[in-house]
């Protein structure tokens, strides 16, 4: 299999403040990372792809200068919550593509973000 | 742009029956990708189906993709405690960076 890591896991800061979150590919090399928020049992959001590399694209409605995604290198990707909000508490997900048969993503266990 | 939906959006079941999530898609598909998130977890890859027509088994899940390739469905029979969780389809329309687009899921319960 594969594994992707991801820190924290949980974080709670304070209005105004900037969360970085950091995703890792531990065992294989990933040019596509991808981030997801995830509400209360509901499905995944798609953020953006992150390439390694280049910038990443941002879906419909996602703010890039809110949501800071940095792919440094082939098995690190960080997203930056700047200027947190309440409304920004969520689950975040990431997941790697690790090329091969499926080109399946492997996801990451997710941070849970708390913005008082 | 692109959208997947499922249903239903909740099922619940005695241990010992059976279970079918449905899925459609607005486009067509290269292909779609099945996940399971259990309570409090991530998703997990569950199987691929690229094919028009295609159906694939993995023990008590079958898994079928449409001729179209824009509906899928995920069957499982006699159900048991440890299926318990939401099940994702997720279309890719084929573009280069693989990017998917989930479908609200499935949360079966299972009752013993």
């Known amino acids: 299999g594969a594994v992707v890591s991801q820190h924290p896991s949980r974080v709670i800061c304070k209005s105004g403040t900037s969360v970085k979150i950091e995703c890792r590919s531990l065992d294989f090399q990933a040019t596509t990372m991808f981030w997801y928020r995830q509400f209360p049992k509901q499905s995944l959001m798609l953020m953006a792809t992150?390439?390694?590399?280049?910038?990443?694209?941002?879906e419909q409605g996602v703010e890039k200068d809110k949501f800071l995604i940095n792919h440094a290198s082939l098995t690190l990707s960080t997203l930056t919550v700047t200027s947190a909000h309440p409304e920004d508490s969520s689950f975040y997900i990431c997941s790697a593509i690790k090329r091969g048969a499926y080109n399946e993503q492997f996801f990451g266990p997710g941070t849970r973000l708390t913005v008082l | 742009g692109q959208q997947v939906m499922q249903i239903p959006q909740y099922q619940h079941v005695q241990e010992g029956e059976d279970f079918t999530t449905y899925c459609n898609s607005s486009?067509?598909?290269?292909?779609i990708q099945w996940y399971k998130q259990r309570p409090g977890g991530h998703p997990v890859f569950l199987i691929q189906l690229v094919k028009s027509g295609e159906v694939k088994k993995q023990k008590r899940l079958t898994f079928q993709f449409g001729e179209a390739k824009k509906n899928s469905s995920l069957h499982i029979t006699a159900t048991q405690t440890t299926d318990v969780g939401t099940y994702f389809c997720a279309g890719d329309s084929g573009g280069s960076n693989y990017k998917l687009t989930f479908g609200k899921g499935t949360l079966l319960t299972v009752n013993p």
């Open positions: 486009t067509t598909l290269s292909n």
């Open positions: 992150s390439n390694e590399g280049s910038k990443a694209t941002y």
